[in-house]
C-alpha cells in the first residue's frame, strides 16, 4: 500500500502559538509595502488575496497565524475568511515547510510510467510520507496531482520548476543534491532550483530576473514540430481574405501543402438570434451532461 | 491521409521562442494591428464564421460566447483567459505558454478590443513557477512595445492585463469557480444561470475562454474565416494541439485538424512502444470515457468521439498498453477526483469518497462482485446530479472501464489482488529491455 504519511483532518487549520508573534517592524512595512502593489493589480482588493498568500509564505515560510491577521487587516476581511480560502488550497501549508518542495506525481499516468516506484523509493529513502519534511528541514515530500507536462512522465516538480523523466535514480540524486546545498538545475525552468520562500515570492507576482532562463520548449513538445518539419508539412497557406504579411501573427506561411481535413466553407450566422442562450447551441448538444467542460457556458 | 499543422507551436524550437522579439521576427502582433483597424462586430462576426469552439474541454462557439455579453452599459467587462490547466492528461496550454506566451497575449489584446474589455485576467494554476515567470515577462515586453497599457498602436483603446497565480485545485479550472477564486475566495462553482456573459467576475459581464481558444484567436484574424475552417470537420473546424502521452514510442504535442485519428497520431508518433499493444486511452482527459483499440479510427471531433460514447474534451490522449492495470488505473483518477472534489454539493462530495473505498479495496483483491454494481450505482447517483462537471466526469472512468474490462475487476476478486506487474508498466522497464 501506498505511504501517504500521516493523515491530519485536512479541513482543520492548526496554527502554532509562535506563528503568532507580531512581524519585526521593518518585516511587517516591507509586507505592506509588497502588499500595496498586488493590491493595485485588480478593480477589487479582495482579489490580492491568493497572491498575499503566497507573499505570506515568501516570509514565514508558510501561512502563519500573523500572517493571516495581516492579511485580514490589509484587506479588510476577518481572520476567519483568510484562513477559509488558505485552507482550500493545497499550496498553501500550514506547518514550516522545507526549503524545497518535491511533488513526486502519482495520478495515474506518471503512477503507471513509474512515478509510484519513484514516490517509494524516495519515501523510503528519506523516510517520510506526503507532506511530512525531513529533521533537517531541507525537503518536504508530497504526492502531486497532474501537472500538465504528461509527455514528459514521470514528472517530478521542485518548488514547482519541471524535472522531466524522472526515475528513482535521477530522482534520488535531485533530493540528496538539494539536501547537500548543491544547485539543481530543472529540465526546463531555470538555471537552478530556487528555494520555497523565494518561489512563493515569484508566486506573489513579483519577478526575480529568471524568466529569460531555461528553454522554450522540452524534447517533447518539440516531437510533432519536428515531425513537420522533417515530412514538409505545414498549415494551409494564409492568402486571399488576408491582407497582412502571410507570416502574420506567427502562424508559419505554409505552402498548402498540407491536406488538412476536409474544406468547408464558413457560415454565415448572423449575430445571436435574441433566442439563444449560453449552453443551448445546438451544435453544443451532442455534450453529455458528463464534461469536464460545460453544462452550458 | 491527415498531416500536422504547426500554427501556434511552429516556432517553439527557436532558441528563445517565448521572447517578444522572436515573435515579431515571425509576423507577431500583425494580427493585433489588424484587429485595431476593424470594427468590434466585424471581429465577433469573423470569430463566429471561423467556426472556432473553445479548446478548454467543452466545445461551446467562441465567437457566440462573446456575442451573449449584453450592450455596454458604461460599466467594465472582463476577459479572464482560463491557464488552470489541471484536467489529468492535459497538457498544451503549458508548454504553450512556456515556449510562446506572446501568442497568447496577442490574443487577449485582440479579444479585448472585440469584447469592449480594458482589463483582463490570466489565471495561471499555481504549480507552474517558471510559465508564470514567462507570462510575467511577456505581459512586461508587450507593454514596453506598445502592445498593452494605454492607447494602443494609436488606436484610443487601453488596456491592462493582470498575470493571476492560483494555488492549487483542480476545481479552479471550472470557470465560475475560477472567478470565485480570481476573487479571492475558495474556488468553488457558482450556480448558473446568470452565466458569466451576464455576471462574471466582480458580478459584471465576463468572457471565460481557454488559453489555447484565445491563442488561436490571431491566426484567424490573420488568416480569415475560410483558412481556419478550411482544416477540420464541418462542425469542429481548424486545429487543435493533440497531446500524446503514455506507452507511445514519442510522446509528444502534435498540432493538427481536428478530425484526425488516433491511429494516425499513433503512426507519426511510432506507435505503442516497442513490443507492446494498445489496450484502453481517454480521448480528452481522465473526465472522458476510457475508449480502446476498437476506437483508433474515431475521427477526433467534437461529434465523431460522442457518437462514440465519449468526449473530445482536451485531446489528452493518454495512451495504455497491455502491461496496465485498468482497475489500478481508475483507482487512482478516482483518488483525483476524492482529492480534489470542493465538497460544495453532496452528490460529489460524499460520492467521490465511497467510489475511492471501494475502488481501492477491488484493485486490492479485498472487494466483492457486488461492489461493481455498488459503484455503478453510485456513479448512477452522481452522474447529471452533481452541482458542476467535477462529479459528472469522475464517474466516466468508472463506468467505461466496467464497460470495457468488467473481466478484469473479476480478475482481481478471483485472485485475490491484482494480477498485474506494476514494474513491467513503467518506462524504466522498456529501457531495460532497449539497454539489454
Ligand atoms: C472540473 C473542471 C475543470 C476544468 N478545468 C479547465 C481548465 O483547466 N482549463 C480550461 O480552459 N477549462 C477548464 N474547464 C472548462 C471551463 O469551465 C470552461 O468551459 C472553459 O474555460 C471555457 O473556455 P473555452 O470555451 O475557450 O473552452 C473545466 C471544467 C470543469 C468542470
Ligand atoms: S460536483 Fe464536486 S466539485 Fe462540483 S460543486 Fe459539487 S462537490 Fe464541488
Not at chain 2, 62 to 84: H, I, Q
Not at chain 2, 134 to 140: S, T, Y
Not at chain 2, 387 to 394: E, I, N, T, V, W
Given at each position: 500500500?501506498?505511504?501517504?504519511?500521516?493523515?491530519?483532518?485536512?479541513?482543520?487549520?492548526?496554527?502554532?502559538?509562535?506563528?503568532?508573534?507580531?512581524y519585526?517592524p521593518?518585516v511587517e512595512?516591507?509586507?505592506?509595502?509588497?502588499?500595496?502593489?498586488?493590491?493595485?493589480?485588480?478593480p477589487?482588493?479582495?482579489?490580492?488575496?491568493?497572491?498575499m498568500?503566497?507573499?505570506?509564505?515568501?516570509?514565514?515560510?508558510?501561512?502563519?497565524g500573523?500572517?493571516?491577521?495581516?492579511?485580514?487587516?490589509l484587506?479588510?476581511?476577518?481572520?476567519?475568511?483568510?484562513s477559509?480560502?488558505?485552507?482550500?488550497?493545497?499550496q498553501?501549508?500550514?506547518h514550516?515547510?522545507?526549503?524545497?518542495?518535491?511533488?513526486?506525481?502519482?495520478?495515474?499516468l506518471?503512477?503507471?510510467?513509474?512515478?509510484?516506484?519513484?514516490?517509494?523509493?524516495?519515501?523510503?529513502?528519506?523516510?517520510?510520507g506526503?507532506?511530512?519534511?525531513?529533521?533537517?528541514?531541507?525537503?518536504?515530500?508530497?504526492?502531486?496531482?497532474?501537472n500538465?507536462?504528461?509527455?514528459?512522465?514521470?514528472?517530478?516538480m521542485?518548488?514547482?520548476?519541471?524535472?522531466d523523466?524522472q526515475?528513482?535514480e535521477?530522482?534520488?540524486?535531485?533530493?540528496?543534491?538539494?539536501?547537500?546545498?548543491?544547485d539543481?538545475r530543472?529540465t526546463r525552468g531555470?538555471?537552478k532550483?530556487?528555494?520555497?520562500?523565494?518561489?512563493?515570492?515569484?508566486l506573489?507576482?513579483?519577478?526575480?530576473?529568471h524568466?529569460?532562463?531555461?528553454?522554450?520548449?522540452?524534447?517533447?513538445?518539440?516531437e510533432?514540430?519536428?515531425?513537420?518539419k522533417?515530412?514538409?508539412?505545414?498549415?494551409p497557406?494564409?492568402?486571399?481574405?488576408?491582407?497582412?504579411?502571410?507570416?502574420?501573427?506567427?502562424?508559419p506561411?505554409?505552402?498548402?501543402?498540407?491536406?488538412p481535413?476536409?474544406?468547408?466553407?464558413?457560415?454565415d450566422?448572423?449575430?445571436?438570434?435574441?433566442?439563444?442562450k449560453?449552453?443551448?447551441?445546438?451544435?453544443?448538444?451532442?455534450q453529455?451532461?458528463?464534461t469536464?467542460?460545460?453544462?452550458?457556458? | 491521409?491527415t498531416?500536422?499543422?504547426?500554427?501556434?507551436?511552429?516556432?517553439?524550437?527557436?532558441?528563445?521562442?517565448w521572447t517578444?522579439?522572436?515573435?515579431?521576427?515571425?509576423?507577431?502582433?500583425?494580427?493585433?494591428?489588424?484587429?485595431?483597424?476593424?470594427?468590434?462586430?466585424?471581429?465577433?462576426?469573423?470569430?463566429?464564421?471561423?467556426?472556432?469552439?473553445g479548446?478548454?474541454?467543452a466545445?461551446f462557439?467562441?465567437?457566440?460566447?462573446?456575442?451573449?455579453?449584453?450592450?455596454?452599459?458604461?460599466?467594465?467587462?472582463?476577459?479572464?483567459?482560463?491557464?488552470?490547466?489541471s484536467?489529468?492528461g492535459?497538457?498544451?496550454?503549458?508548454?504553450?505558454?512556456?515556449?510562446?506566451?506572446q501568442?497568447?497575449?496577442?490574443?487577449?489584446?485582440i479579444?479585448s478590443f472585440?469584447?469592449?474589455?480594458?482589463?483582463?485576467?490570466?489565471?495561471?494554476?499555481g504549480?507552474?513557477v517558471?510559465?508564470y515567470r514567462?507570462?510575467?515577462?511577456?505581459?512586461?515586453e508587450a507593454?514596453?512595445?506598445?502592445?498593452?497599457g494605454?492607447?494602443?498602436h494609436?488606436?484610443?483603446f487601453?488596456?491592462?492585463?493582470?498575470?493571476?497565480?492560483?494555488?492549487g485545485?483542480?476545481?479552479?479550472?471550472?470557470?465560475?469557480?475560477?472567478?470565485?477564486?480570481?476573487?479571492?475566495r475558495?474556488?468553488?462553482?457558482?450556480?448558473?444561470p446568470?452565466?458569466?456573459?451576464?455576471?462574471?467576475?466582480?458580478a459584471?459581464p465576463?468572457?471565460?475562454n481557454?488559453?489555447?481558444?484565445?491563442?488561436?484567436v490571431?491566426?484567424?484574424?490573420?488568416?480569415?474565416?475560410?483558412?481556419?475552417?478550411?482544416?477540420g470537420?464541418?462542425?469542429?473546424?481548424?486545429y487543435?494541439?493533440?497531446s500524446?502521452s503514455?506507452h507511445?514510442?514519442?510522446?509528444?504535442?502534435?498540432?493538427?485538424?481536428l478530425?484526425?485519428?488516433?491511429?494516425?497520431?499513433?503512426?507519426?508518433?511510432?506507435?505503442?512502444r516497442?513490443?507492446?499493444?494498445?489496450?484502453f486511452?481517454?480521448?480528452g482527459?481522465?473526465s472522458t470515457?476510457?475508449?480502446?483499440q476498437?476506437?483508433?479510427?474515431?475521427?477526433?471531433?467534437f461529434?465523431?468521439?460522442?457518437?462514440?460514447?465519449?468526449?473530445?474534451g482536451?485531446?489528452?490522449?493518454?495512451?495504455?498498453?497491455?502491461?496496465?492495470?485498468?482497475?489500478?488505473?481508475?483507482?487512482r483518477?478516482?483518488?483525483?477526483?476524492k482529492?480534489?472534489?470542493?465538497?460544495?454539493?453532496?452528490p460529489?462530495?460524499?460520492?467521490?469518497w465511497?467510489?475511492?473505498?471501494?475502488?481501492?479495496?477491488?484493485?486490492h483483491?479485498?472487494?466483492t462482485?457486488?461492489?461493481?454494481d455498488?459503484l455503478?450505482?453510485i456513479?448512477?447517483?452522481?452522474?447529471?446530479?452533481a452541482?458542476?462537471?467535477?462529479?459528472?466526469?469522475?464517474t466516466s472512468p468508472?463506468?467505461s472501464?466496467?464497460?470495457?474490462?468488467?473481466?478484469?475487476?473479476?480478475?482481481h476478486?478471483?485472485?485475490?489482488?491484482?494480477?498485474?506487474?506494476?514494474?513491467?508498466?513503467?518506462?524504466?522497464?522498456t529501457?531495460?529491455?532497449?539497454?539489454?
Open positions: 500500500m501506498e505511504n501517504y504519511g500521516e493523515q491530519t483532518a485536512s479541513g482543520y487549520f492548526r496554527v502554532a502559538q509562535e506563528s503568532k508573534e507580531p519585526a521593518e512595512a516591507q509586507f505592506q509595502a509588497d502588499a500595496e502593489q498586488i493590491i493595485a493589480r485588480y477589487q482588493k479582495r482579489s490580492a488575496l491568493l497572491p498568500l503566497h507573499l505570506v509564505q515568501s516570509v514565514d515560510g508558510y501561512v502563519t500573523r500572517g493571516i491577521a495581516l492579511c485580514a487587516e484587506l479588510e476581511l476577518t481572520e476567519a475568511e483568510v477559509g480560502v488558505a485552507t482550500f488550497y493545497t498553501y501549508k500550514r514550516p515547510n522545507g526549503d524545497y518542495t518535491v511533488g513526486v506525481c502519482t495520478n495515474t506518471c503512477a503507471v510510467m513509474g512515478g509510484d516506484k519513484i514516490w517509494d523509493t524516495v519515501s523510503e529513502r528519506l523516510g517520510i506526503h507532506d511530512e519534511t525531513t529533521e533537517d528541514g531541507k525537503i518536504t515530500l508530497e504526492r502531486v496531482e497532474c500538465a507536462a504528461c509527455d514528459f512522465a514521470p514528472v517530478v521542485a518548488n514547482w520548476e519541471f524535472f523523466n526515475t528513482p535521477s530522482t534520488l540524486q535531485m533530493v540528496e543534491d538539494l539536501r547537500a546545498g548543491k539543481v530543472p531555470p538555471d532550483v530556487a528555494t520555497f520562500k523565494e518561489t512563493s515570492r515569484v506573489a507576482g513579483f519577478l526575480d530576473g524568466a529569460d532562463e531555461g528553454v522554450g520548449a522540452g524534447p517533447a513538445s518539440l510533432g514540430l519536428k515531425l513537420a522533417e515530412r514538409g508539412w505545414t498549415a497557406a494564409m492568402g486571399g481574405t488576408s491582407d497582412v504579411q502571410p507570416e502574420g501573427s506567427g502562424a506561411a505554409g505552402a498548402g501543402a498540407g491536406q481535413g476536409e474544406e468547408h466553407s464558413s457560415t450566422t448572423p449575430a445571436n438570434a435574441p433566442g439563444e449560453p449552453g443551448t447551441d445546438a451544435s453544443d448538444s451532442t453529455q451532461p458528463a469536464p467542460g460545460e453544462k452550458g457556458n | 491521409m498531416t500536422l499543422t504547426p500554427i501556434l507551436s511552429a516556432t517553439w524550437d527557436d532558441p528563445r521562442s517578444l522579439e522572436t515573435y515579431e521576427r515571425a509576423g507577431g502582433y500583425a494580427a493585433l494591428k489588424k484587429a485595431l483597424g476593424m470594427s468590434k462586430e466585424d471581429l465577433v462576426q469573423l470569430t463566429k464564421d471561423s467556426g472556432l469552439r479548446r478548454g474541454g466545445g462557439p467562441t465567437g457566440m460566447k462573446w456575442g451573449f455579453l449584453p450592450p455596454p452599459d458604461g460599466g467594465p467587462r472582463y476577459l479572464v483567459v482560463n491557464a488552470d490547466e484536467e489529468p492535459t497538457c498544451k496550454d503549458i508548454p504553450l505558454m512556456m515556449a510562446n506566451p501568442v497568447l497575449i496577442e490574443g487577449v489584446a479579444t472585440a469584447i469592449g474589455c480594458d482589463h483582463a485576467f490570466i489565471y495561471l494554476r504549480e507552474v517558471h510559465v514567462r507570462l510575467l515577462r511577456a505581459v512586461e507593454y514596453a512595445a506598445g502592445h498593452l494605454k492607447d494602443i494609436g488606436s484610443g487601453n488596456l491592462d492585463v493582470t498575470v493571476h497565480a492560483g494555488a485545485a483542480y476545481i479552479c479550472g471550472e470557470e465560475t469557480a475560477l472567478l470565485d477564486s480570481l476573487e479571492g475558495r474556488g468553488q462553482p457558482r450556480l448558473k446568470p452565466f458569466p456573459a451576464v455576471a462574471g467576475l466582480y459584471r465576463t468572457v471565460v481557454n488559453v489555447e481558444s484565445i491563442a488561436s490571431p491566426s484567424i484574424v490573420s488568416g480569415g474565416a475560410d483558412w481556419f475552417g478550411g482544416m470537420t464541418e462542425k469542429s473546424k481548424g487543435g494541439i493533440f500524446l503514455g507511445v514510442t514519442r510522446p509528444g504535442q502534435y498540432e493538427a485538424p478530425g484526425i485519428t488516433l491511429r494516425e497520431l499513433l503512426d507519426m508518433a511510432g506507435g505503442i516497442n513490443g507492446h499493444e494498445l489496450k486511452w481517454t480521448p482527459g481522465s470515457p476510457l475508449f480502446t476498437e476506437h483508433l479510427d474515431v475521427p477526433l471531433d461529434e465523431s468521439v460522442g457518437a462514440a460514447g465519449s468526449m473530445l482536451t485531446r489528452a490522449l493518454q495512451i495504455f498498453d497491455e502491461t496496465t492495470c485498468v482497475v489500478r488505473a481508475v483507482d483518477w478516482t483518488d483525483f477526483y482529492h480534489e472534489s470542493c465538497g460544495k454539493c453532496t460529489c462530495r460524499e460520492g467521490t465511497w467510489l475511492k473505498q471501494i475502488m481501492g479495496r477491488l484493485e483483491g479485498q472487494g462482485e457486488e461492489d461493481l455498488k455503478l450505482d456513479c448512477d447517483n452522481v452522474l447529471g446530479r452541482f458542476c462537471a467535477l462529479g459528472d466526469g469522475a468508472i463506468t472501464s466496467i464497460k470495457y474490462f468488467r473481466d478484469e475487476y473479476v480478475a476478486l478471483t485472485q485475490g489482488g491484482c494480477p498485474f506487474d506494476r514494474d513491467a508498466a513503467t518506462v524504466f522497464a529501457n531495460q529491455k532497449v539497454n539489454a
